[in-house]
């Protein structure tokens, strides 16, 4: 059994509180055994993580936002699910990067959201996954990222 409150802990973070909607849609869906997630903005101490990649934020800004990102994934699971025993398998991660038209280095902010998934779960975090450069994204965030998740 994966504790990953107890991982979490390790690596100094804890779980923000899930996310409620901010327009007309659910934050998960549980069908055929697959959770999806719908897409998650990075919030630090409350706020939305914004701007965009290679114009007013660096590589690095970008990787902690997608991580945020994550947490908020594992936030939405948790309350999903009842806790990580269900979770089977994270089977595929959608990054979005708010991008300037020069910026090219999206897998390497999504590997932000990608680390924490096999940090926390493991070998059953290790998962698919597309990166993909945006002009614009809700609130201005500078990522948003969205699930699938294989649950028992």
């Known amino acids: 059994m994966i504790d990953v409150h107890a991982k979490l802990a390790d690596m100094g973070l804890t779980l923000p509180e899930a996310a409620a909607p901010v327009a007309a849609y659910v934050p998960t869906v549980e069908a055929g055994g697959l959770l999806h997630i719908s897409g998650q903005l990075p919030f630090e101490d409350g706020v939305v993580m914004t701007g965009r990649l290679g114009e007013d934020r660096d590589l ?88 699938i998740i294989a649950v028992r």
Request: hydrophobic share 50%.
């Open 60 to 147: 690095a800004y970008g990787q902690a936002a997608a991580r945020r990102c994550g947490l908020m994934l594992v936030a939405q699971i948790e309350k999903a699910l009842g806790g990580f025993d269900r979770v089977e398998r994270i089977v595929k991660l959608g990054v979005f990067v708010n991008s300037a038209p020069a910026f090219t280095d999206q897998p390497m902010v999504a590997n932000g959201a990608s680390e924490l998934m096999e940090q926390l779960f493991g070998e059953a975090g290790r998962h698919a996954r597309s990166a993909v450069g945006v002009a614009v994204l809700p609130r201005g965030a500078a990522v948003e990222v969205d699930a």
